[in-house]
């Protein structure tokens, strides 16, 4: 197994699709932490850099996605990796993952924006039958449809992280203009949410984790 | 091996890399071309879907870089799968690909822009030295300075040539109103990777009957295959 550093910031977000799989597959790894006031200086010194990065082995890689879905490869839960090696499976994963990343993407663009625009965009978009609920929506009925109850397939994959981790910011109550309870109405997403969280290994990760933004993701 | 169908518009745009990885690996699939009719027909039968799509044996699938992995693991070159096998060399790939897809985000914004001048104006600034994109191609020129093969990654071609190849030639299309055709003309590494993926044989060969007008710069600048 490589050495593997995952640096970022001490928020969930970008880098917790990887640092779940890992620790799913009970894979070692330095959790590295950037405070946000320590980025400004290091941003100066190796830009085009952006966190997370990933060292492996001391070569340092990009891009959030194509770290976790490396994580993903080496980390197994009941003998299957969490990125399937069958190519039309891993297209499932694939597509549902980055599906998410598209549809969240409005609410990226909504911090830049001043308070009551950004309340009221934010409401708008999570308003049932707006652009992130419908989505969302869209996912609680392909988890309707499953039989195993993970999103992809008969077993943990990156897709499930994607999806729990997504559900779980807008859960958080951080953002404002965001209710904590905007999911509440999907079933088969809260269900899927309680199946993860419950998982010992996802269990166990968050045991020691603290504050309003992890505490969604705690069974 | 499955029955594979490509659904996008004529133009080079992300369906490109996925027709190209078909094309070069020999794999057979039906290329289905939409005119502004056929859009408009399926537009709202596939919304919020959007294109490119693959059907996977009847099944239909969104998301163009999944949609281009997926192909890219099934089509080889030379023996050689366009995506790698090897996890860390796959997170190399992925790496770049998803660097290199990000290039036409700035873009999308200016399709909107009705009045020919003001996208014009737009997409002047996003050109300019320093801007996004040219920001985006001098980066990428960089990473292909690493490369003594000429190829972006792993001295063989891979699913990130056929992005970086693909992406570069639509910005050079010329069929972007305010985009010269010599935009990058000052990026060396990725004139020369250009000139490489154009004229891998496959390569010209797949591009050699294509008519429609911004295709013409995907073409080798050799003579082409008959």
């Given at each position: 197994?490589p050495?593997?550093?995952?640096?970022?910031?001490?928020?969930p977000?970008?880098?917790?699709?990887?640092r779940?799989?890992?620790?799913v597959?009970?894979?070692?790894?330095?959790?590295s932490t950037?405070?946000?006031?320590d980025?400004?200086?290091?941003?100066?010194?190796v830009?085009p850099?952006q966190?997370?990065?990933?060292?492996?082995?001391?070569k340092?890689?990009?891009?959030s996605m194509?770290?976790?879905r490396?994580?993903c490869?080496?980390?197994?839960l009941?003998?299957?990796?969490?990125?399937?090696?069958?190519?039309?499976?891993?297209?499932?994963?694939?597509?549902?993952?980055?599906?998410?990343g598209?549809?969240?993407?409005?609410?990226?663009?909504t911090?830049?924006?001043e308070?009551?625009?950004?309340?009221?965009?934010r409401a708008?978009i999570v308003?049932k039958?707006?652009?992130?609920?419908?989505w969302?929506?869209?996912?609680d009925s392909?988890l309707?449809?499953?039989?195993s109850?993970f999103?992809?397939?008969?077993?943990?994959t990156?897709?499930?992280?994607?999806?729990?981790?997504c559900?779980?910011?807008?859960?958080s109550?951080?953002?404002?203009?965001?209710?904590?309870?905007c999911?509440d109405?999907?079933?088969h997403?809260?269900?899927?949410?309680?199946?993860?969280a419950?998982?010992?290994?996802?269990?166990?990760?968050?045991?020691?984790?603290e504050g309003?933004?992890?505490?969604?993701?705690?069974? | 091996?499955?029955?594979?169908k490509?659904?996008?518009f004529?133009?080079?745009?992300?369906?490109?890399?996925?027709?190209?990885?078909?094309?070069?690996?020999?794999?057979?699939f039906?290329?289905c071309v939409?005119?502004?009719?056929?859009?408009?027909?399926?537009?709202?039968?596939?919304s919020?879907?959007?294109?490119p799509?693959?059907?996977?044996?009847?099944?239909?699938v969104?998301?163009?870089i999944?949609i281009?992995?997926y192909?890219?693991?099934?089509?080889?070159?030379?023996g050689?799968?366009?995506?790698?096998?090897?996890?860390?060399e796959?997170?190399?790939?992925?790496e770049l690909?998803?660097k290199?897809s990000?290039?036409l985000?700035?873009?999308?914004?200016?399709?909107d822009?009705?009045d020919?001048?003001?996208?014009?104006a737009?997409?002047a600034e996003?050109?300019?030295?320093?801007?996004?994109?040219e920001?985006?191609?001098?980066?990428?020129?960089?990473?292909?300075?690493?490369?003594?093969?000429?190829?972006?990654l792993l001295?063989?071609?891979?699913m990130?040539?056929l992005?970086?190849?693909?992406y570069v030639?639509?910005?050079?299309?010329?069929?972007?109103?305010?985009?010269?055709?010599?935009?990058?003309?000052?990026?060396?590494?990725?004139c020369?990777?250009r000139?490489?993926?154009a004229?891998?044989?496959?390569?010209?060969?797949y591009?050699?009957?294509?008519?429609?007008?911004?295709?013409a710069?995907?073409?080798?600048s050799?003579?082409?295959?008959?």
């Amino acid at each position: 197994m490589p050495q593997l550093k995952l640096i970022y910031f001490p928020i969930p977000v970008r880098a917790e699709p990887a640092r779940l799989a890992l620790a799913v597959g009970g894979i070692q790894f330095e959790d590295s932490t950037v405070q946000f006031q320590d980025w400004g200086e290091m941003k100066a010194r190796v830009d085009p850099l952006q966190l997370p990065l990933l060292e492996v082995d001391g070569k340092t890689v990009s891009q959030s996605m194509a770290i976790a879905r490396y994580a993903c490869r080496l980390a197994k839960l009941g003998g299957k990796p969490l990125y399937p090696e069958d190519p039309y499976q891993a297209l499932l994963v694939d597509e549902l993952v980055d599906k998410v990343g598209d549809f969240m993407a409005p609410i990226g663009a909504t911090f830049m924006l001043e308070q009551k625009e950004k309340e009221a965009k934010r409401a708008e978009i999570v308003a049932k039958g707006g652009a992130v609920e419908k989505w969302v929506a869209n996912i609680d009925s392909v988890l309707a449809e499953s039989k195993s109850g993970f999103a992809v397939g008969d077993s943990l994959t990156m897709a499930d992280l994607v999806v729990f981790l997504c559900v779980n910011g807008l859960r958080s109550g951080t953002m404002d203009g965001i209710p904590k309870d905007c999911l509440d109405h999907l079933a088969h997403i809260e269900k899927h949410r309680v199946t993860i969280a419950n998982i010992p290994q996802v269990q166990n990760y968050y045991k020691d984790k603290e504050g309003p933004l992890y505490a969604p993701f705690k069974a | 091996m499955q029955q594979l169908k490509v659904t996008y518009f004529a133009f080079p745009g992300r369906a490109e890399p996925i027709r190209l990885a078909l094309g070069v690996g020999g794999i057979d699939f039906e290329d289905c071309v939409l005119g502004p009719e056929a859009w408009e027909e399926m537009k709202p039968k596939v919304s919020p879907l959007q294109l490119p799509l693959l059907n996977v044996d009847g099944k239909t699938v969104s998301q163009s870089i999944a949609i281009n992995r997926y192909v890219c693991k099934l089509a080889k070159v030379d023996g050689n799968p366009l995506y790698p096998q090897d996890p860390f060399e796959a997170l190399l790939v992925d790496e770049l690909v998803d660097k290199v897809s990000d290039g036409l985000d700035p873009l999308v914004p200016t399709w909107d822009i009705e009045d020919a001048k003001e996208r014009e104006a737009k997409r002047a600034e996003l050109m300019v030295k320093g801007g996004p994109i040219e920001k985006w191609a001098a980066h990428i020129d960089g990473e292909l300075a690493k490369s003594t093969s000429g190829f972006a990654l792993l001295d063989q071609l891979t699913m990130a040539d056929l992005y970086i190849f693909t992406y570069v030639c639509f910005f050079r299309s010329g069929k972007l109103d305010g985009i010269p055709q010599d935009s990058f003309d000052h990026l060396s590494h990725l004139c020369l990777h250009r000139e490489k993926i154009a004229d891998i044989p496959q390569v010209k060969v797949y591009y050699n009957d294509k008519t429609f007008p911004a295709y013409a710069c995907f073409k080798s600048s050799q003579a082409s295959l008959h």
